[in-house]
């Protein structure tokens, strides 16, 4: 039984529902566990027993390396490196893990190989799954699009975890998401970085960017307009 799941097209939908789905468990586990904003990602990581610590990872022959998991260990391991990145960085990247440790890693397999490593230490060790940049794929054609595919799940995982669209709704009001003033307060309250919430905003098609100019002027989605 493989440590991974084999590859599913996930639509967005699906994606958001898993994320929602975790935090709706996590609040039904009571205080200890309920989500709250700015979100602690690491009260994820608890609740699924996994473990995070900071190493120095070396850069590989693609390029570096912010993150990676080792599933037979539940351990998140976090580049160090990344101390100094701007905020919500480190949130991103730490629930763009958890977003594999959910839509990717067999769970079982994962249990049964561990139990079977304890006595006899001849059988696989524990390959991390290393993440890297990421689009969406709709058709994957070979192995590199695959892998693509699965970095862009797991980060829009991360997206709807950490900005649901409840505590957006709920952050928005009195707000004029054309300001960028208003979305730097948001991203405050939520604790992620700026970036990311433009994109999550751009996702739900709430607000529209024109990048095709130097003022980054901001309009509202399609979804805001009727």
């Known amino acids: 039984m493989s440590i991974f799941k084999p590859y599913r097209y996930y639509r967005k939908e699906a994606i958001e529902y898993r994320a929602n789905n975790v935090l709706r468990r996590m609040a039904q ?9 700015p979100f602690d990602v690491t009260l994820v990581a608890d609740f699924f027993d996994l473990g995070v610590i900071w190493e120095r990872i070396p850069p590989d022959e693609q390029g570096a390396i912010a993150a990676r998991i080792l599933p037979l260990q539940r351990c998140i391991e976090i ?3 990344i101390l100094d990145k701007p905020q919500g960085f480190l949130e ?3 629930a763009h893990e958890i977003g594999h440790w959910v839509l990717h890693i067999n769970h079982e397999a994962t249990t049964e190989t561990a139990d079977r490593l304890l006595t006899d230490l001849s059988l696989a060790t524990d390959e991390p ?5 990421s689009r969406e794929v709709n058709s994957p054609l070979n192995h590199a699009s695959v892998l693509e595919s699965m970095e862009w799940q797991a980060q829009y995982f991360a ?5 649901p669209r409840r505590i957006l709704e709920e952050k928005r009001q009195g707000r004029d998401l054309t300001y960028w003033s208003h979305l730097y307060e948001m991203r405050e309250e939520l604790g992620v970085s700026i970036s990311n919430l433009v994109n ?3 996702d739900l098609e709430w607000i529209y960017l024109d990048k095709k100019t130097r003022k980054r002027d901001i309009y509202p989605g399609k979804a805001l307009v009727s």
Do not use: I, K, Y
Not at 32 to 37: G, H, N
Not at 129 to 133: A, S
């Open 159 to 163: 997206g709807c975890l950490l900005m």
């Open 92 to 94: 991103s990247t730490l």
């Open 79 to 81: 580049n160090e490196e």
């Open 200 to 202: 999550r905003l751009q």
């Open 129 to 133: 799954f290393v993440c890297r940049g």
């Open 29 to 37: 586990r009571g205080d200890q566990f309920a989500p709250c904003w």
